[in-house]
T-cell receptor, first 114, second 114 residues
Framework: AQSVAQPEDQVNVAEGNPLTVKCTYS??????LFWYVQYPNRGLQFLLK??????LVKGSYGFEAEFNKSQTSFHLKKPSALVSDSALYFC????????????FGAGTRLFVKA | EAGVAQSPRYKIIEKRQSVAFWCNPI?????LYWYQQILGQGPKLLIQ????????DSQLPKDRFSAERLKGVDSTLKIQPAKLEDSAVYLC????????????FGPGTRLTVT
C-alpha cells in the first residue's frame, strides 16, 4: 500500500535562510510525487510534481524538490525563505501505473521568522 | 479562469442531522474528487468521479455518505446522519482528463458537528 511520511510537524527558519521540508514515500511501482501548499482559509495549491526525468524539479514561488529513489525521499527546498512562505505544506504520492488514488502526508507547518 | 467553487464555506449542525455540500469544478475538468481533511491530518480521498462515473469510492463511509455527479459537472456530497467525527473540512478538487497529477482545489467547506 502506498504511504507518505512527513517526519516534522513544524519547521522553523529565518527569512533569507535556505529551507527544507522532508518527505518520504512508499509505493509498489514508480511514484508520482507532488507538493501542495495550504495558506490559511484557502484551498490547497499545487506547487510541483515529479513524474519522470530529472530528479530535481522546479515549481512555483521559487520552490524545488529533489527525487531520491534510493532513499525514497522527495524533500521540498527553497534557497532563500520568505516570511510569506509560512504555510502548511503537504507531500503526496500516487502510484505511477494504474493507481488512481493520491495519498497525502499529514503536513508540515513552515514558519519563517523575519 | 475561474477556480473550483464550493458552498457553503461553513456549516454547523447537530449530530444525527443531515448536510449537503456542493462543488462546481473548473470548466472542462472531467475528473472530480471529494476529500475529507480532519484537523491536523492530510486530505483523505472519499470519492473520485470521471465524468459522472465513480472511479474510486473505497474510503467513502457508504452507510452515511453519498455523492453524485449527475451531469458530469457539478457534484454534491451528502452526510446523513452526521456524527461528531465527521467534523472536518471537505475539499473538492478537479483535474483535466489524463492529468490527474495536477489537481485544483476549492476553498473547502468547514463542517462542525455538535
Amino acid at each position: 500500500a502506498q504511504s507518505v511520511a512527513q517526519p516534522e510537524d513544524q519547521v522553523n527558519v529565518a527569512e533569507g535562510n535556505p529551507l527544507t521540508v522532508k518527505c518520504t514515500y512508499s509505493v509498489s511501482g514508480n511514484p508520482y510525487l507532488f507538493w501542495y501548499v495550504q495558506y490559511p482559509n484557502r484551498g490547497l495549491q499545487f506547487l510541483l510534481k515529479y513524474i519522470t526525468g530529472d530528479n530535481l524539479v522546479k515549481g512555483s514561488y521559487g520552490f524545488e524538490a529533489e527525487f531520491n529513489k534510493s532513499q525514497t525521499s522527495f524533500h521540498l527546498k527553497k534557497p532563500s525563505a520568505l516570511v510569506s512562505d509560512s504555510a502548511l505544506y503537504f507531500c503526496a504520492v500516487r502510484e505511477g501505473t494504474g493507481g488512481f488514488k493520491t495519498i497525502f502526508g499529514a503536513g508540515t507547518r513552515l514558519f519563517v521568522k523575519a | 479562469e475561474a477556480g473550483v467553487a464550493q458552498s457553503p464555506r461553513y456549516k454547523i449542525i447537530e449530530k444525527r442531522q443531515s448536510v449537503a455540500f456542493w462543488c462546481n469544478p473548473i470548466s472542462g475538468h472531467a475528473t472530480l474528487y471529494w476529500y475529507q481533511q480532519i484537523l491536523g491530518q492530510g486530505p483523505k480521498l472519499l470519492i473520485q468521479f470521471q465524468n459522472n462515473g465513480v472511479v474510486d469510492d473505497s474510503q467513502l463511509p457508504k452507510d452515511r455518505f453519498s455523492a453524485e455527479r449527475l451531469k458530469g459537472v457539478d457534484s454534491t456530497l451528502k452526510i446523513q446522519p452526521a456524527k461528531l467525527e465527521d467534523s472536518a473540512v471537505y475539499l473538492c478538487a478537479s483535474s483535466l482528463n489524463g492529468r490527474p497529477y495536477e489537481q485544483y482545489f476549492g476553498p473547502g467547506t468547514r463542517l462542525t458537528v455538535t
